[in-house]
Nanobody, 119 residues
Framework: QVQLVESGGGLVQAGGSLRLSCAAS????????MSWYRQAPGKQRELVAT???????????NYADPVKGRFTISRDGAKNTVFLQMNSLKPEDTAVYYC?????????WGQGTQVTVSS
């Protein structure tokens, strides 16, 4: 079993910042892909950012266009933890943010953490 525990969500004014954390524990063979997704009310879940491990793709990161230049994904490999630093937040960033980890055919989701940005 693998558990993903997220933290750091909350209410912030537009222009503010939040930092999300996701700690993975359990039977983790690898952390090839660690990602953040989000789902706004009435919308489909969408990929926000992905961090690949150094052994998979030289430790690359990728971002969805709406968050490029504002969000930064990073990881602490020793602690199997992934972070999402969110700056210059906008009301349209309001959503439940989910942590996701994958390797091979395995993938796991966190329980989600609410981020609300007021205008």
């Amino acid at each position: 079993q693998v558990q993903l525990v997220e933290s750091g969500g909350g209410l912030v004014q537009a222009g503010g910042s939040l930092r999300l954390s996701c700690a993975a524990s359990g039977s983790i063979d690898s952390t090839d892909f660690m990602s953040w997704y989000r789902q706004a009310p009435g919308k489909q879940r969408e990929l926000v950012a992905t961090s690949t491990s150094a052994s998979t793709s030289a430790g690359s990161t990728n971002y969805a266009d709406p968050v490029k230049g504002r969000f930064t994904i990073s990881r602490d490999g020793a602690k199997n933890t992934v972070f999402l630093q969110m700056n210059s937040l906008k009301p349209e960033d309001t959503a439940v943010y989910y942590c996701h980890i994958a390797w091979g055919k395995n993938y796991y989701w966190g329980q989600g953490t609410q981020v609300t940005v007021s205008s």
